[in-house]
């Protein structure tokens, strides 16, 4: 049953420490989402890739977070530094293409402190 | 004002009862999708439409392009299906666009 993995599940930090979150996405989907879920602003879409090539990472705040994908089974993004307000779950998902079904992983559930 | 509108933004209903929950869209979309997100965080993607209608065991989903309309629609209604449903437009090659959902509890 292929799915989506996500580490780690939960993560609670310092403001100001490092975090990179991972994501596995299923073998042989050519797009990886990042996604952000807040109470406040519910799903925002942070970044995206096809091939690994990103396309839009208009929702990232620029000056502390990044996301890569180093091959095609590994998606990073780093928040370097954490701040309060980053505390959110952090979904990634895959899939064929934009228009198609995504498929999401458990996600991240991030507490700066 | 989003583009993309859910309503109702709470529904509680007995089980049993046949449910509808409401997308309405702003723009041109090239597909629609509905996302089931349980109480655990856990998103699931249901249903991927661009026009008519489409059925998956008690669920059904329909969509109306020219009023920029669809429905998500539960027969039969169970508590195990109390979660969030959101609603998402996609437009050729741009991303996602995703309504604020609607949380459905159902009541034993």
């Known amino acids: 049953d292929a799915r989506v993995t996500q580490t780690p599940r939960d993560k609670v930090t310092e403001m100001g420490q490092e975090v990179t979150m991972r994501c596995q996405p299923i073998?042989?989907?050519?797009?990886v989402f990042w996604y952000r879920q807040t109470m406040m602003q519910g799903l925002e879409l942070l970044a995206y890739?096809?091939?690994?090539?990103?396309?839009?990472d208009s929702g990232m705040p620029k000056d502390r977070f990044s996301a890569e994908m180093p091959d095609a089974t590994l998606a990073t993004l780093k928040i370097q530094p954490s701040e309060p307000r980053d505390s959110a779950v952090y979904f990634c998902?895959?899939?064929?293409?934009?228009?198609?079904?995504?498929?999401f992983g458990p996600g991240t559930r991030l507490l700066v402190l | 004002k989003n583009e993309v509108e859910q309503s109702p933004q709470n529904l509680t209903a007995q089980e049993g009862e046949f449910i509808t929950i409401n997308c309405s869209y702003s723009v041109g979309i090239s597909a629609l999708h509905w996302l089931q997100q349980h109480p655990g965080g856990g998103i699931v993607s249901l249903f991927m439409?661009?026009?008519g209608k489409k059925k998956h065991g008690r669920l059904i989903a329909t969509i109306n392009i020219q009023e920029k309309h669809s429905s998500l629609h539960i027969t039969a209604s169970h508590p195990r299906d109390s979660a969030v449903y959101i609603c998402a437009v996609s437009r050729g090659n741009e991303k996602l666009t995703f309504g604020t959902g609607t949380r459905l509890t159902i009541i034993p």
């Open positions: 073998l042989g989907h050519n797009t």
């Open positions: 998902a895959s899939g064929l293409g934009l228009g198609e079904t995504q498929y």
């Open positions: 439409l661009s026009s």
């Open positions: 890739f096809r091939n690994r090539a990103p396309l839009d």
